[in-house]
């Protein structure tokens, strides 16, 4: 498949870089710590998430990756994580100021991750003349200077194809499911950047759960065990604690939950023949996956010839081996754990195939 890296053992590298990279790329609960006095109603969550739809709704108007909408408000939300407190208040006391900065993160956004002339002036026209050409510049600078001029982080679709070119070579997946577990990744990733809470988890983790999510809606009981232990396998290095990718996880469930439950939407539920398989299967399956990450998530040994795989309709415990499977999978986590020395402790948003 083109967007998949070719080489497993230099998309585990690449893997790793990103990882390490994210670590600068921190960010905070800065509506929880902001101290309002007499200056206005606020900003509020709703506002936020007002923007972001605003956001997608201009990328798929121009034809820009929706990703571009994730890259501009992790450039809101870090630089208000960490701004001067006097800068804190301008942008947090007044909706127009917010609305303002989202404004100027957007066009650098836009500006990093699209290939098109995209200048202030076409920007203030966009906007039918909200903010001037001067003021986004001005604001532009600001955040850029707010930032360090760090506007590249890691994005979790850019995890998720490397996790993906990681994992599939090691387990017989076809390329249209690999596709349709990207496209739900994808679906959930954006759905995240629309929740504050979600936004302050580390774009790995977005990633990470979203593919847990993925796997149980979207496979079948065989294939999902052999794609969630792969996955466990690389659960190491720089990742997320085991348990906060769980936590992720189910927060990331109830916010998709929330959304589907407000538009009536069927799209992204479980499988047919699993719809009736409860919440706390789906838990005992993952948490297996969760409790090998937490063993150390090593090969076996040559003596142990099985690991114990909880399925989603049965609570006894089933067995398969995965000798083979640790055995390939040796020098891929070589490469996620070792690479130069890295030292490692609702509006539903329209999908896009990644086949093309």
């Not at 809470?197 to 149980?216: D, Q």
């Not at 998709?256 to 992204?268: F, Q």
């Amino acid at each position: 498949m083109r967007l998949l890296h070719p080489d497993p053992i230099q998309a585990a590298e690449t893997l790793a870089a990103l990882l390490e990279k994210e670590t600068v790329y921190a960010r905070g609960d800065y509506l929880a710590s902001f101290t309002l006095c007499d200056h206005g109603p606020g900003v509020s969550a709703d506002d936020r998430l007002l923007l972001v739809d605003w956001m997608y709704s201009v990328v798929d108007q121009c034809e820009f990756k929706r990703e571009t909408t994730a890259v501009a408000m992790e450039l809101v939300d870090r630089f208000l994580s960490s701004c001067p407190p006097k800068a804190s208040h301008f942008y947090l006391a007044e909706r127009e100021n917010f609305q303002l900065l989202a404004v100027a993160a957007f066009y650098v956004s836009v500006k990093t991750m699209e290939r098109v002339a995209f200048g202030s002036d076409l920007l203030a026209l966009a906007i039918n003349g909200v903010y001037t050409k001067e003021e986004i510049e001005r604001t532009e600078k600001e955040l850029l200077h707010g930032l360090g001029w760090k506007v590249n982080p890691p994005t979790a679709m850019q995890f998720a194809f490397l996790i993906m070119s990681v994992v599939t070579p090691h387990i017989a997946m076809h390329d249209e499911l690999v596709v349709r577990v990207l496209d739900e990744a994808a679906y959930q990733a954006e759905s995240s950047v629309r929740d504050i809470n979600l936004s302050r988890e580390r774009s790995s983790s977005i990633a990470v759960a979203a593919m847990f999510n993925a796997a149980y809606q979207l496979l079948d009981s065989g294939i999902r065990q052999e794609f969630l232990l792969a996955l466990s396998c690389i659960l190491v290095g720089n990742f997320a604690h085991p348990k906060e990718l769980q936590e992720a996880r189910l927060r990331l469930q109830r916010v998709l939950d929330r959304c589907e439950t407000t538009n009536d939407d069927t799209t992204h539920l479980p499988n047919e023949d699993e719809s009736a398989a409860t919440s706390a299967d789906a838990a005992l399956e993952v948490s297996a996956v969760v409790c090998r990450a937490l063993d150390g998530c090593g090969p076996m040994t040559n003596g142990e010839q099985h690991c114990t795989v909880f399925t989603s309709s049965q609570d006894e415990q089933t067995f398969r081996d995965t000798r083979s499977l640790n055995d390939e999978m040796r020098d891929v986590r070589r490469s996620v754990t070792g690479v130069n020395e890295f030292d490692y402790g609702c509006v539903l948003v329209e999908r896009r195939s990644y086949s093309e």
